[in-house]
């Protein structure tokens, strides 16, 4: 996963720069990253299907050898419209690559473990993708060359998951999981998993043309990715780790105040020294990435082992579906009241989700650490007041 990063860091803001200097308009740029997500959420619904008919080892090899030629195809056709049907396979075949590697680490994983093991898997995956963004200045990005190494990289992945001749495990007979289930047992949970999406798909594809709308040469655009993700490295296992001793959603909570906070200083304040830029990039996106694995472990901290490849496809498609919008709209807003409006977009996100956060936390109280239940559908639960009534009386209770 950390080489296939590797690949896919290089190519999101390859395409980013690239679309710039070929004078892409901002808004056709957005629509381009954002099909990449479209296909996202098509790859989230084939995975389980393919994971059951050829196993994970097969599906992450022949989806990884295909995402291996979509580079190839952007260099070879520099247009909008073959970029976008690229993309849109693209996210096809990382979608289910996610499939594969989640559903296994949840299965694994325990309720006082999740946030920890999930936050390691997201660490490695943000240095694959912030260690990507200096192989950027190694040639033009106006020539092939880049693009030929993201194919490289990305095959090049498929290299210890083959020769190590192990199958992944996983549940022999996985269950359903419905949306309104997965929404029921845990609203925030779900609600994050989205905005996570959106947040996300916001940094990395719309980011190199922020850098660049901004005055960034190729040097700058490289830096400020790289701080960005590489920020959430360093937050990535303190946060996961701090998630399983207290309630998630307080840390949810914390996360999305902080960004909120760092975007509104940077939209006040504009033009700022260099330095203390890339420094409040780096807190923003040190704090608005951790989102995804502290939401993906409040939702899977109900479910039973064998809904883990269900739930991971149903959260990756939510997750997926939001981050469809977020080029799409930050692309927009961007093309009509310029760069600026690229941490306008952000901080509202992360500020509206801190808000949710806090209502959630006023109409239910969290799940005690010790407790670990089967998923459940929340009208089968007895209600708080019950519960008050006989302490002694063991009872599941909905995940907030």
């Not at 580079?71 to 976008?84: E, F, G, R, Y």
């Not at 951790?290 to 496809?313: F, G, R």
Request: glycine content about 8%; charged content about 10%.
């Amino acid at each position: 996963m950390g080489i296939l990063m590797l690949g896919a860091g290089l190519q999101s803001t390859l395409l980013g720069v690239r679309a710039t200097t070929e004078a892409f308009p901002t808004a056709v740029t957005g629509i381009i990253m954002s099909c990449y997500y479209v296909g996202y959420l098509v790859g989230t619904r084939l995975a389980p299907k393919m994971l059951r008919r050829v196993g994970p080892v097969r599906v992450f090899a022949t989806l990884a050898a295909l995402a291996s030629v979509a580079p190839l195809l952007h260099a070879s056709w520099v247009h909008p419209a073959p970029w976008a049907v690229v993309r849109l396979i693209s996210g096809v075949c990382f979608a289910g690559i996610y499939v594969v590697a989640e559903s296994w680490l949840n299965h694994r994983a325990s309720r006082t473990n999740r946030g920890q093991l999930l936050s390691l898997y997201m660490l490695v995956l943000y240095v694959g993708l912030g260690g990507a963004q200096f192989l950027l200045v190694l040639s033009s990005p106006q020539s092939a060359e880049p693009f030929m190494l993201v194919s490289a990289l990305i095959s090049a992945a498929m290299v210890p998951i083959v020769a190590s001749a192990q199958e992944v495990s996983g549940p022999a007979t996985p269950q359903r999981v419905r949306f309104r289930d997965l929404y029921r047992n845990s609203p925030l949970g779900v609600v994050a998993v989205a905005f996570s999406g959106m947040i996300s798909s916001i940094i990395f594809s719309m980011g190199p043309v922020y850098a660049r709308l901004s005055g960034f040469g190729t040097r700058g655009v490289a830096a400020f990715m790289a701080v960005s993700i590489l920020a959430a490295v360093l937050t990535q296992y303190p946060v996961g780790r701090l998630s399983d001793r207290l309630d998630r959603r307080t840390v949810i909570a914390t996360m999305c105040l902080i960004a909120t906070i760092v975007a509104g200083v940077i939209e006040t304040f504009g033009r700022l020294p260099p330095a203390l830029f890339l420094l409040l990039a780096a807190l923003f996106s040190g704090a608005a990435l951790t989102l995804y694995s502290l939401s993906v472990s409040h939702v899977n901290d109900k479910l039973e082992p064998a809904q883990m490849i269900a739930a991971s496809s149903a959260l990756l498609l939510i997750n997926g579906t939001a981050a469809a919008l977020g080029p799409v709209l930050t692309g927009s807003l961007m093309g009509a009241f310029g760069a600026p409006a690229y941490f306008g977009v952000l901080g509202t996100l992360t500020g509206t989700l801190t808000l949710f956060d806090l209502w959630r936390k006023l109409r239910q109280r969290p799940v005690p650490r010790s407790q670990k239940g089967p998923f459940v559908n929340t009208r089968e639960l007895v209600t708080s007041t019950e519960l008050s009534k006989s302490r002694d009386r063991p009872a599941a209770r909905p995940e907030p």
